[in-house]
């Protein structure tokens, strides 16, 4: 079977297995502070065309708590998404950073929900999958007030998949993350078979061109 027509099922699945952050779709007001924060959250968004679907927190050392919602269309036969960044406040939460609309996008999901670039913010590894069921990997960081995708712009030319078996992820070493893993399909620009390939975590907190050997990660 294809790795595309096997990634939405799989990614599914990491999600359910995943232990990075709280995954939710409602909250509990009488729950944990990271449940309370997501039910806050989620309240914000009431009847109209966009509905809130999955939703992620993350809770910084300092005690400060992030919930990411994946906002997707309320109408029938339109095909959009957007990432919603915010942060729980002393009386109300307050939306931080939102995504650009991506129109051919269904839903979006998360492999991984933390602060990868050393920010402070939370950043999103995750996928955008379509109506079909076909997903393609993201990284949204949480910095300069927009959650932008990262990859689309490094991987220019790469046909690439969040691969169904082994779910794309961050490389870390012992002081913090260098490089973002993903699978990347035939062709590519660099003539390289399929195979996974190393996106270099920048100062900046975007990404730098992929490349098949894997970053050093001191």
Known sequence: MRR????????????????CSSRSAGGAAGGSAEERATAQVRATYGAGDAVAAAS??????????FVLVDVESAMAGVVQA??????????APFRLARSDVMPSAATIGAFAFEDVTGDGL????????????????????????TMADQIEPATTGYRLLADPEEAPRIVAG????????????TPAPDSAPAGWRYLPLLS?????RPAVAAPPCP
């Open 4 to 19: 595309a027509a096997r990634i939405a099922a799989a990614a599914l699945a990491a999600l359910a297995a995943s232990s």
């Open 204 to 208: 900046s907190g975007e990404l730098g």
């Open 56 to 65: 992620y927190a993350w809770t910084s050392p300092t005690g400060t708590t």
């Open 82 to 91: 957007r990432a919603d960044l915010w942060v729980a406040g002393d009386s």
């Open 122 to 145: 939370p950043d999103l590894l995750g996928y955008v999958a379509d109506s079909a069921g076909t997903a393609y990997p993201i990284f949204l960081t949480g910095a300069r007030g």
């Open 174 to 185: 012992p002081h913090g993350a260098c490089a973002v893993q993903i699978w990347a399909e």
